[in-house]
């Protein structure tokens, strides 16, 4: 018996609660799919679920998958797209889209499933939750999620940022991505080029949470080679912070790398504008005994959270192999 438009929707919708593919999206993201799922079945009318249903029968495609399991992952993809990632407007051309893929409808599967939790992990209540998580469980949060930072482009302080998922990453932006729902402000950390410090790396002018009106969270950019230099209070309640990019970035050319900044920086360096606090230099570094991330981690980051009135800085190192590493690097 032909299937009417609803049944296929329950059809899609059964199928992705129960196929959730291990190396694709995480539990709490599969859950966050299916909450949203449950609250479209609520608000959505009866014609649009009838229009999106009749789009989910595949009889008019050109590669129609010859097996009925094929025709599954191929109808999940469809709704998925459908309910996360357009508006009905578009629906006929996303459904025309999915329908005549001539490729491993496993794959079609699973990049409709990773689209759809990058939209339901960015829902404001999701990605507030994250916040919250981050403010109050940063090492269990950073050892398990993770994240990618850009800093604002301006210096001002504080600066807005965003926060969405993109592929599985929360992304907390400093230049208000047109992604994000969610929106705060925290204290911002440009990256500040070596080429301009190394002359007199005693006295770098950083950045204070005393110009940041009261953020209790603190955030840069991405380091692939830099130099995270801080310094906090004797009481906690201030942080002066600098990034130091080697510059060897971005079409600019470097007679150092990493390691040797973060040599110089732990040797001489120093804020013009710090506090009664230790210096120290967080970065690349070549020795696993050395204070510093190792020449192995793809990528880190650096997050300040002040809690209890003091501050605290931790780090996200991604290895090669994708696996994530979470410290607190203050206190070291």
Same mark, same amino acid.
């Given at each position: ?23 694709? =999206? ?19 009318? *009866? ?30 993809? =469809? ?27 496993? +794959? ?48 001002? *302080? ?16 400093? *230049? ?80 150092? +790398? ?44 650096? =997050?300040? =959270? ?27």
């Amino acid at each position: 018996m032909a299937k009417t438009a609803l049944s296929r929707i329950d059809d899609a919708i059964s199928y992705i609660r129960s196929n959730r593919p291990g190396d694709c =999206i995480s539990r709490d993201a599969h859950d966050a799919i299916m909450n949203q799922i449950a609250a479209w079945q609520r608000v959505t009318n *009866n014609n649009d679920k009838t229009t999106l249903g009749n789009l989910l029968s595949q009889d008019d495609a050109t590669h129609r998958a010859t097996w009925a399991s094929g025709r599954k992952k191929v109808r999940a993809a =469809i709704f998925l797209k459908c309910v996360f990632c357009f508006p009905v407007a578009q629906w006929q051309t996303t459904a025309n889209g999915e329908k005549n893929i001539n490729g491993n409808r496993t +794959d079609q599967y699973k990049r409709a499933l990773e689209d759809a939790a990058d939209k339901a992990m960015s829902e404001p209540t999701r990605a507030l939750a994250m916040i919250g998580a981050l403010r109050t469980d940063p090492v269990g949060l950073l050892g398990r999620q993770k994240f990618t930072l850009s800093s604002s482009a301006r210096n001002g *302080n504080p600066a807005h940022f965003g926060v969405y998922m993109r592929q599985g990453s929360y992304r907390i932006d400093g *230049n208000n991505s047109i992604n994000a729902r969610v929106t705060f402000s925290a204290m911002n950390v440009p990256a500040t080029l070596y080429a301009t410090v190394r002359d007199d790396p005693g006295n770098i002018t950083g950045f204070r949470s005393a110009d940041a009106g009261g953020a209790d969270m603190m955030f840069t950019t991405q380091f692939t080679g830099c130099c995270f230099c801080f310094q906090i209070s004797g009481d906690g309640s201030q942080i002066v912070a600098a990034h130091i990019d080697p510059g060897g970035g971005m079409g600019r050319a470097s007679d150092v +790398d990493g390691p040797q900044v973060s040599a110089a920086m732990r040797a001489n360096g120093g804020f013009a504008n710090g506090n009664d606090g230790t210096f120290k230099a967080y970065g690349r570094v070549t020795d696993a005994a050395t204070y510093g991330y190792p020449q192995s981690a793809a990528q880190m980051i650096i =997050i300040g =959270i002040k809690d209890g009135g003091r501050w605290r800085v931790y780090a996200q190192i991604t290895h090669r192999d994708d696996r994530l590493e979470a410290l607190r690097i203050d206190n070291i």
